[in-house]
């Protein structure tokens, strides 16, 4: 299960991907995309992964990006007291941010099995976005739409013979 793991939040990390990568570092200085993903550092790994979504999360949903995000975006902001605890609110009630507390409390090999098959899951529908599945469903969509109208066509040809 854990060489699954691994091999999903290496592909989760390449595609999708994470939000403002340089600000999710591991103690070594490296993004996630550079850092070796072992079996001895796979729970900081996820915990990052999942913190880093979890703010995506707060991005789309309630179109509030983190306050030290912004300052150095748009220059005119001000990251203020408030701003920081609506943001901290919103990212607090995140599905996501839970998971990342379980897996800073204790490793992932550690957790529940309940809990193990959630983040798997949530890796797993993170990955339903990555840019060769989408292609695939989208050719996929497109070849029943033709296969729709041959379909259509062939049984009015079949109406007219009658």
């Known amino acids: ?22 600000k999710h570092l591991t103690i070594l200085g490296q993004t996630l995309r550079q850092a070796d993903i072992t079996n001895t550092n796979v729970s900081e790994v996820l915990r990052m ?7 995506v999360e707060v991005r789309l949903i309630h179109g509030i990006m983190p306050p030290d995000y912004c300052n150095k975006d748009k220059r005119d902001i001000i990251a203020t007291p408030e701003k920081m605890a609506e943001y901290n609110k919103h990212l607090h009630k995140s599905r996501p941010y839970e998971m990342s507390t379980w897996i800073k409390d204790k490793p992932f090999l550690c957790l529940n099995p309940t809990d193990k098959a959630e983040i798997l899951a949530f890796v797993c529908n993170e990955l339903m976005y990555n840019k060769g599945v989408v292609k695939e469903i989208d050719n996929n969509v497109e070849r029943v739409n033709k296969s729709r109208k041959i379909k259509m066509e062939l049984e009015n040809k079949l109406k007219r013979v009658r």
């Open 49 to 55: 992964f999942l913190f880093a979504r979890a703010q």
């Open 1 to 22: 299960m854990l060489s699954v793991l691994i091999h999903l939040i290496v592909c989760a990390i390449e595609d999708p991907g994470i939000m403002y990568p340089h």
